[in-house]
């Protein structure tokens, strides 16, 4: 086969960047795609492991020349659809870390995860924004807001953002904050950055060193007292208190401890930030509802942030959506257990209600998030595995439109799952907002270079 001029500016390409660049054949090429979610398989036209904000540029430029659409890829948690040409940049290698524990600022490159920042921030009892998993990348959580284990409590992460550099479509490093790009900074935080690659981020850390945290597994059949328990509990919390509850299908395999495999549960999880004494009476009444499986309620070193939700440490197939709910009342309590309550045959996995409010209702005066007016929020999630693979996309429409009379019809980007349609993307962001991150996009990526996942498409606003 002769030698065609993209494999020569491919060529030239790897010549100008210090991480690999890569094509369908190449060694190592299915490697430097791979992410956690394994039922999405991207198949770019080139793939480009970056090293540094540079790589990245030389990436976007070469695409920009090419006219060829571009993904970025962390660490493939969000992995909602394939990627099937164009140039995919993994950034896996931009591994920077600093942290400021005067200013209490950490600065981040674009690969790192949480668990990094989680155990470099702690000598300084300082704590993270991070959300259930800290094995999730930073910066793809923190733009699509990032809705923490402390949201209640501090916020979003998307709050805390003071700076980013980012790589905009015609391959220029932009130094983003409040001040010096002012549109771009709201589109950041929230908006899920349709509008460049971020390469660096720099946020707010919080003085958490110790909570009293973790959760309670009790039996399946007991979700109908616990969700009905749980419904009051939260009307009275504090902020200091962020909680969830997630009825779980676990799989009969040998990773799940032995007395919750191939069970229903009914898992009780949270974080009081606070003393403990406190936060022991203020759960309490929970302990009271049912007999449990298991307690894991304690004061734990934040470090061990991970220990409260018990999210997957390894790769999977899956699929998911998420609804926001106003508020939650008996009727929204009876939808969920129509859904996903004991005795319901459903290839759903999980189903988990989150409480929301308190800071995260709050937030700055402007930014993108678009889930500050929900009160709960439910997230459903399917494994795309036999023999229910079949059946998840269709149950997670089907969970979504059972439960439409109880929530706003809007979802939260971090967990909105594969976009059906513009419209439904739309849907992750109130409609103001959703018409002005096109307006950014369009002023800072009008040929739409950015195409992927969740970015929205450029339109300017009308005048
Ligand atoms: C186990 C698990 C637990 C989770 N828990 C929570 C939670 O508690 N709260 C919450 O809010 N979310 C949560 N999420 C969702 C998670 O925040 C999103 O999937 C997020 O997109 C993951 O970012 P990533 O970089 O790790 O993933 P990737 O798949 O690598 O990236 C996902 C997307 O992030 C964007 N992105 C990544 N890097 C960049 C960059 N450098 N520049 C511009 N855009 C970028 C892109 O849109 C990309 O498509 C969870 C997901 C999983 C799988």
């Known amino acids: 086969m002769g030698t065609t001029d993209m494999d020569v500016a491919i060529r030239e390409l790897a010549g100008r960047v210090r991480g690999p660049v890569l094509t369908p054949g190449d060694d190592g090429f299915e490697h430097e795609l791979a992410g956690f979610n394994v039922a999405t398989h991207h198949t770019p036209a080139v793939v480009v492991g970056a090293e540094d904000a540079q790589d990245v540029a030389a990436a976007v430029r070469f695409a920009a020349a090419h006219d060829l659409p571009v993904a970025v890829q962390a660490t493939g948690h969000g992995a909602v659809l394939a990627f099937d040409r164009g140039v995919l940049v993994g950034t896996r290698r931009m591994q920077h870390l600093s942290i400021d524990p005067e200013r209490r600022l950490a600065t981040v490159g674009a690969g790192v995860k949480w668990r990094k920042v989680i155990d470099a921030a702690a000598p300084h009892g300082l704590g993270t924004l991070n959300g259930s998993s800290s094995d999730v990348g930073v910066v ?260 979504v439109a059972e439960m439409a009379p109880y929530t706003t019809g809007r979802t939260f980007v971090n967990l909105h799952g594969t976009p059906a349609s513009e419209e439904d993307r739309a849907r992750a962001w109130p409609q103001d907002t959703y018409r002005r991150l096109r307006a950014v996009k369009h002023r800072f990526d009008p040929e739409d270079r950015f195409r992927f996942a969740h970015s929205v498409s450029p339109l300017p606003l009308p005048s």
Do not use: C, Q
């Open 140 to 399: 793809g959580y923190t733009l699509g807001g990032g809705l923490p284990v402390l949201g209640r409590t501090f916020g979003f992460a998307s709050d805390r953002v003071v700076a980013a550099d980012v790589v905009v479509a015609d391959g220029s490093v932009v130094h983003v904050t409040a001040d010096s790009e002012p549109e771009l900074f709201w589109a950041l935080k929230g908006g899920k950055a349709s509008v460049g690659i971020v390469t660096s981020l720099t946020f707010e850390l919080v003085p958490v060193a110790e909570i009293y945290g973790g959760g309670i597994f009790f039996p399946g059949e007991a979700a109908p007292e616990v969700l009905d328990a749980y419904r009051s509990w939260t009307h009275d919390l504090p902020d200091a208190m962020t909680t969830a509850v997630g009825l779980l299908r676990l799989p009969d395999m040998p990773s799940v401890p032995e007395p919750l495999r191939g069970k229903m549960v009914t898992h009780l999880k949270g974080a009081f930030v606070g003393d403990p004494a406190e936060g022991e009476a203020l759960v309490a009444p929970m302990r009271a509802v049912a007999p449990a499986i298991a307690d894991e309620f304690r004061v734990m070193s934040y470090t061990e942030v991970d220990t409260i939700h018990h999210d997957p440490e390894v790769p999977l197939p899956f699929r998911e959506t998420v609804a926001l709910l106003e508020d939650l009342t008996p009727e929204a309590v009876a939808g969920i257990l129509a859904v996903a309550g004991p005795g319901v045959n459903t290839p759903l996995m999980m189903a988990d209600l989150r409480h929301l409010g308190g800071a995260l209702g709050r937030g700055p005066a402007a930014d993108a998030v678009g889930a500050r007016d929900a009160l709960y929020s439910l997230f459903f999630l399917g494994l795309m595995v036999p023999p229910v693979a079949e059946a998840v996309p269709g149950a997670l429409v089907a969970a």
